[in-house]
């Protein structure tokens, strides 16, 4: 007897059933649809952290959206293995007629789809592909010569032109969900079984819409933390971005939504100059003669460079896995100008350790604190941390919470003197960029 034919929707970072452009296109084709996740170990195998928290956040969204499709008599089928290994076993075991996915714009994963693409056309297997986690993608948003934009302010002004109710309505995959393919549950792998532990850090919970009204007014001021924390779930897709944007709009919260821009953006430098994963993107910037002080560095990770705002913010970030975004940038710039430390080891920093860590805005975050990115402000914009202290946390509510010495009065002296640490950076940036 010849198998039933099916269809496999892949969920990587569209981790919800409702508003999901792949599932709603596959449940609205002819074959049931069984959903597939991979627990991909090119990715797990590069963790150093075991109770990484990212990958328990994805483990409970799995196990929660089993239960939910349990509801309609499915299961979503999870494997742990290489998307080679785990496709290979797939045909072996399923009359596969489509398989359909959401695009992901980073590196790896802009390779891996086209080597599967190549091996599903090889077996005669459709590979249908669409646009889920930001509102414009590819040449959508391009300048009049047909090239990307590599500045923010004016890709702003065609991203917001643009944006109309076509491109915000959500997909109501919800109607279709009878033609998921109808199985018992699968069970899913558990966090031992991956070589991982249960985090003991907490995971952020999803009510931004409170916070939009303030947010203009109170975003920049870091204790006040009145910002929405949604980075982890539009990583992961646990919410649609669609339906952000409807809300920004809803609450004519403009600066929030030119924040989701930002991320669009960002997006879509690292998916046009994939090269910037590893280089500056002005090339000029990777003649610097960065220092590379270890010693130093580790201060900067640990909290301890004497500077209570930079140190704040480490410790915010190792004890949380957050960091508020006017602090990422002036500990990016510190460690980039101040200590001379190549913006790579940073970024890898940041990429170990934030909870919503999100390729493309971590190297254009790093990349703009340097100068050696998508903006427009020159390299000598140098922060000074008391500065931006006696502006955004003038009564240290922040500093005094992250850095009780600094309350105590014992807060280590500064690793490096702002002012002699400006003169060295000037100097060493504009040898670079003459050379
Ligand atoms: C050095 C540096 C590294 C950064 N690394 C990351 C990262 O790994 N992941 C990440 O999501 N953001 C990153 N950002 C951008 C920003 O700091 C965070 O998005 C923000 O602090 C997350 O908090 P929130 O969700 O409360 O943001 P909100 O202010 O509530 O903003 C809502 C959402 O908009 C998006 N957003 C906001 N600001 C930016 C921005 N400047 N660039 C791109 N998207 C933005 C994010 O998805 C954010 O969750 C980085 C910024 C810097 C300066």
Same mark, same amino acid.
């Given at each position: ?206 009510? #931004?819409?409170? %916070? /939009?009204? &303030? !947010? +203009? ?13 949604? *980075? ?117 920093? #940041?990429?170990? %350790? /934030?909870? &919503? !860590? +999100? ?13 050696? *990115? ?62």
């Amino acid at each position: 007897m010849s198998k039933q034919s099916i269809n496999i929707c892949w969920l990587r970072r569209d981790l919800r059933l409702d508003d999901n452009a792949a599932i709603y296109h596959a449940l609205k084709s002819k074959d049931p649809v069984l959903l597939l996740f991979i627990f991909d170990k090119n990715i797990l195998n590069k963790l150093l952290d075991k109770k990484d928290v990212r990958v328990n956040f994805i483990h409970e969204t799995i196990i929660h959206l089993n239960q939910q499709l349990q509801a309609y008599d499915t299961s979503i089928l999870v494997k742990y293995g290489t998307p080679e290994e785990v496709w290979t076993g797939l045909l072996n075991t399923y009359n596969v007629n489509s398989v359909f996915t959401n695009h992901d714009y980073e590196p790896y994963a802009t390779e891996r789809d086209s080597g599967l693409a190549e091996y599903l056309s090889s077996e005669s297997i459709a590979f249908r592909t669409f646009k889920d986690q930001i509102i414009f993608e590819k040449d959508e948003i391009l300048k009049a010569d047909g090239k990307p934009y590599t500045v923010f302010t004016p890709y702003f002004r065609q991203w917001q032109q643009k944006l109309n109710e076509f491109y915000l309505k959500s997909y109501p995959s919800k109607r279709y969900f009878n033609n998921f393919l109808t199985t018992p549950p699968f069970e899913i792998p558990s966090l031992r079984d991956m070589g991982f532990e249960k985090s003991t850090q907490a995971l952020p919970g999803l009510d #931004f819409e409170s %916070k /939009l009204r &303030d !947010y +203009e007014e109170r975003r920049d001021y870091p204790a006040d933390d009145a910002t929405t924390h949604i *980075g982890m779930h539009l990583r992961f897709g646990t919410i649609s971005i669609r339906y952000a944007a409807r809300e920004a709009l809803k609450q004519n919260a403009d600066k929030w939504l030119s924040e989701l821009a930002w991320r669009d953006f960002y997006m879509m430098i690292l998916w046009h100059f994939p090269h910037t994963v590893s280089q500056s993107f002005k090339p000029a910037y990777d003649k610097i003669r960065w220092r590379n002080n270890e010693d130093e560095f580790k201060a900067w990770c640990e909290g301890k460079t004497g500077y209570p705002l930079v140190d704040a913010g480490m410790r915010q970030l190792n004890e949380t896995g957050y960091m508020h975004n006017r602090v990422r940038m002036v500990v990016a710039s510190f460690l980039t100008k101040h200590l001379l430390i190549d913006w790579r080891w940073g970024e890898a920093y #940041f990429a170990e %350790k /934030l909870m &919503d !860590y +999100e390729m493309a805005s971590n190297i254009g975050g790093w990349q703009w604190a340097c100068g050696c *990115g998508n903006d427009a402000a020159p390299y000598f914009r140098v922060f000074n941390p008391e500065l931006q202290t006696k502006k955004f946390d003038p009564d240290y509510r922040y500093i005094n919470k992250w850095l009780p010495e600094h309350k105590q009065q014992k807060h280590v002296k500064p690793i490096v003197e702002h002012a002699f640490a400006r003169e060295r950076i000037l100097k060493v940036f504009k040898e670079a960029l003459n050379s």
